[in-house]
C-alpha cells in the first residue's frame, strides 16, 4: 500500500519561502507521476504541480509561474515543492498526489500567508 506523508507547511509572511516535501513509503515512486494539489477554505481543490518520472515539469501557470518548483528524487522517493514570494492567497492545505494506478492522497500540510 502506497503511503504519502507531506511535511514542511507553516505560517510564513507575505514574500517568504517554504519548501514542502512529499515522502512515499510501501513501494518505489520512481515510475510514476508525482503532484501537489492545494485546498483553501471554501474552495475546490486545484491542480499545483507535478512532476514526471522523467522530471517533465507542469505548473497551474496561472496560479504559481515562476515562483513554485516542483522537483523529486526517486532515490529518497520524495517529491519536493520549493515556494518563493509567496502571497496571502497562497494559504491553503497543499496535498501530495501520486498517480499509480489509483490516485493515492497525502494527508495534507497547512501553509499560511499572512499579509
Known amino acids: 500500500q502506497l503511503r504519502l506523508v507531506e511535511s514542511g507547511g507553516g505560517l510564513v509572511q507575505a514574500g517568504g519561502s517554504l519548501r514542502l516535501s512529499c515522502a512515499a513509503s510501501?513501494?518505489?515512486?520512481?515510475?510514476?507521476?508525482m503532484g501537489w494539489f492545494r485546498q483553501a477554505p471554501g474552495k475546490e481543490r486545484e491542480f499545483v504541480a507535478d512532476?514526471?518520472?522523467?522530471?517533465?515539469?507542469?505548473y497551474n501557470t496561472a496560479s504559481v509561474k515562476g515562483r513554485f518548483t516542483i522537483s523529486r528524487d526517486n532515490a529518497k522517493n520524495t517529491a519536493y515543492l520549493q515556494m518563493n514570494s509567496l502571497k496571502p492567497e497562497d494559504t491553503a492545505v497543499y496535498y501530495c498526489?501520486?498517480?499509480?494506478?489509483?490516485?493515492?492522497w497525502g494527508q495534507g500540510t497547512q501553509v499560511t500567508v499572512s499579509s
Open positions: 498526489n501520486v498517480r499509480a494506478g489509483s490516485d493515492y
Open positions: 510501501g513501494r518505489a515512486i520512481s515510475s510514476y507521476v
Open positions: 512532476i514526471s518520472w522523467n522530471g517533465g515539469r507542469r
